[in-house]
């Protein structure tokens, strides 16, 4: 039997006592091109900050509007101490309100269903889907009902991907982001998509480590299924290009160069952007191709739905990737879409919920295979889900020490100084 070499202990690191740390001290002196000291992902206290500073101030995905297609269809969502319903109006807007009443503060609607008006479960009093109070018993003549309407909450439908906002004052670089992602989903009609499927996955970690997981694909050997139609190229430039790689890299500029002709043949975009730090809505967008059929995720690259999205007329049309930040990123394929939100539940543990689009006239067991349509994500999303965990696991561990990014997680770093910037700005910390 091979003995194996004994390894001589690695010295215990100096660590600091950073729970006397103050928050301002640990922003200041986080090393950029590092991932964050321990307390970032471990402290009660600087979650419930992230909360505040972030999922109640940023601009953060929530549904698809494909999840609500009829007026009086609604959803509810957590975030934090709040809950907000998300609902289509009678116009057919997502409008989206507080979930407390304005009477004595009762929870109104609860998880998602159809509603004809809002009837709050304690003292009916009754709102309409505008928001309006409608009917209150038992009140004084001078009572007057359009000072108690819904408190709204800001929203915005991008192309069906719906976004909300807590703050009083939303950030309003929202409306330029939206202006340059907008020409680019605009073909494939996610408004009027429907859902196939929807998965929540608990994760053990903390909602920034399923966050930078995403922002990088250092880690794609651990993606079988994946990466035999996704490129695991994201983020190389050519000079990142290893040898192992290099053949993988040669299909990749072949397959794009096609992909720029069936594009370019239907009259749409294939720009790509990259603003993911130096803005509240920092976001990314990107046109790739596929590997092997070119068409969707599935092994061999084949398409997974037989009908379409929207207005688009060629399965090969590329995987339209776009993150934003702080929570979601999008893969938008020729014949369905993925749409991924995560969540903070606690300070270790967030949710990742997936959500799968295809054409409204799709019909499972005709146009496709509901196993066959999830297949990929959902085993990639297990395998993210391990990496989240162990990593959980690791920066809690008291001799983690924040370690040096490669050159192919610029995302990551992207991700992590956009928060930081974030927090800086909540917490004014002046010369940081
Ligand atoms: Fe809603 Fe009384 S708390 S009607
Ligand atoms: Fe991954």
Redesign the pocket.
């Known amino acids: 039997m091979t003995q194996l070499a004994a390894q001589p202990p690695s010295p215990a690191p100096a660590r600091e006592r950073v729970p006397t740390a103050s928050l301002a001290e640990l922003l200041r002196r986080r090393k950029t091109g590092h991932s964050l000291e321990s307390t970032f992902y471990t402290d009660d206290e600087l979650h419930d900050l992230d909360v505040d500073a972030v999922f109640t101030r940023q601009w953060i995905f929530v549904a698809a509007a494909a999840e609500i297609p009829e007026a009086g269809d609604y959803l509810t969502v957590d975030v934090g101490a709040y809950s907000v319903i998300v609902v289509r109006d009678d116009d057919e807007q997502v409008v989206a309100y507080h979930n407390v009443?304005r009477?004595?503060?009762?929870r109104l609607l609860e998880d998602r269903g159809f509603v004809g008006n809002i009837v709050?479960p304690?003292?009916?009093?009754t709102y309409d889907l505008e928001g309006s109070l409608l009917h209150a018993e038992a009140q004084p003549k001078d009572f007057d009902k359009s000072c108690f309407s819904l408190r709204t909450v800001n929203v915005r439908n991008l192309s069906g991907l719906v976004f909300v906002c807590l703050a009083a004052e939303a950030p309003e670089d929202f409306d330029r982001v939206a202006e340059l992602v907008e020409p680019h989903l605009r073909p494939y009609q996610l408004d009027k998509a429907k859902v196939a499927a929807q998965h929540d996955m608990e994760e053990r970690g903390n909602w920034k480590l399923v966050m930078e997981n995403n922002r990088e694909c250092y880690h794609c050997d651990g993606h079988p299924e994946l990466v035999t139609a996704y490129f695991p190229l994201f983020a190389y430039d050519e000079e990142d290009i290893s040898p192992r790689l290099r053949p993988t890299f040669e299909r990749y500029k072949k397959a794009e160069a096609a992909l720029e002709v069936v594009r370019r043949a239907q009259g749409v975009p294939m720009a790509s952007y990259r603003d993911l730090s130096d803005r509240p809505v920092g976001f990314q967008l990107t046109h790739m191709p596929l590997d092997g059929e070119g068409k969707s995720f599935s092994a061999g690259g084949g398409a997974v739905c037989a009908k379409l999205l929207g207005e688009v007329k060629e399965a090969a049309f590329g995987d339209l990737s776009i993150h934003l930040q702080p929570n979601s990123w999008f893969h938008v394929l020729g014949d369905h879409a993925v749409v991924f939100s995560v969540m903070p539940t606690s300070t270790t543990t967030s949710v990742l919920r997936t959500t799968w689009l295809v054409h409204p006239d799709a019909q499972e067991g005709v146009d496709y295979d509901l196993e066959s349509l999830c297949a990929v994500w959902k085993a990639t999303n297990v395998q993210d889900r391990d990496l989240v965990a162990a990593t959980q696991r690791g920066v809690a561990d008291p001799s983690y020490v924040p370690g040096p990014y490669s050159m192919v997680e610029d995302d990551v770093e992207a991700f992590v100084s956009w928060y930081v910037a974030r927090m800086r700005e909540h917490l004014a910390v002046a010369g940081a």
């Open positions: 009443c009477h004595r503060g009762s709050c304690y003292h009916r009093w």
